[in-house]
């Protein structure tokens, strides 16, 4: 795929990414609606088991669709990754995007939200999802990059590792207080340091396979 292709496909992802966030973030305005008229916050409400239900497949839904997006317009595995992990990330920032214009929040990156359903119920701060989206697009466009660059470009162990490892810290520092979320409490205080332990492998990662990249630009 030719640097012009390339730039081209990020822009088309980015672009569908942004206006399906708004779809995404025009359901949350009307379920706000019915279960926090007097605005979302903590402890959570019980939901009806119908609205669960669609909430649940509607979230499946859509990372089902950003993956086909990715499908679509990768050439090659690597570069499919690269671009779900771009249109996830941008998705994500955007859904927040949308929801501060729609309905004036997050009033802080702080505040406290609902992120996914599957397989239990994820909260934590606004802060938290987009510190990972962020770093998504980033190793996206760096797959990217280094796939133009070698297109046999595979990344290396040690940065698979780095990357499992920082998942595995992060979904738990999101899916830890069951307590908040099956059982409407208060959630207990968010456990930074787990979380910045997964954004440091993340970055770890990141940072390993932008090496290439910067050695071949000064060449």
């Known amino acids: ?23 995404e973030s025009s359901v949350v305005v009307y379920l706000r609606a019915l279960y926090y008229p007097a605005g979302f916050q903590f402890p959570l409400h019980e939901m009806s088991a119908q609205h ?28 499919k990754f690269a671009f779900f992990l771009i249109a996830f990330g941008v998705w994500d920032v955007f859904y927040y995007v ?15 939200d609902i992120l996914f359903l599957v397989p239990l119920p994820w909260i934590g701060p606004v802060i938290a999802p987009l510190a990972v989206s962020v770093i998504f697009v980033a190793w996206g466009i760096v797959i990217l990059l280094n796939h133009i660059r070698t297109p046999s470009f595979t990344p290396s162990n ?62």
């Open 1 to 23: 795929m030719a640097k012009s292709d390339l730039t081209r496909n990020i822009l088309l992802v980015c672009v569908c990414a942004i206006a399906f966030a708004f779809v």
């Open 98 to 112: 949308w929801l501060k214009l729609l309905l004036d929040w997050p009033t802080s990156l702080m505040d406290w």
């Open 52 to 79: 669960l239900t669609i909430e649940t497949i509607r979230e499946i839904a859509t990372i089902i669709i950003l993956i086909t997006v990715a499908l679509l317009t990768g050439t090659s595995r690597w570069q």
């Open 158 to 219: 040690l940065s698979w590792i780095a990357a499992i490892l920082g998942t595995g810290l992060i979904l738990l520092t999101f899916l830890r207080d069951v307590n908040a979320t099956l059982h409407f409490q208060m959630p207990s205080p968010f456990s930074y340091g787990l979380f910045f332990g997964g954004i440091a492998l993340y970055l770890l990662s990141l940072i390993r396979e932008s090496r290439g990249l910067f050695n071949h630009t000064s060449r």
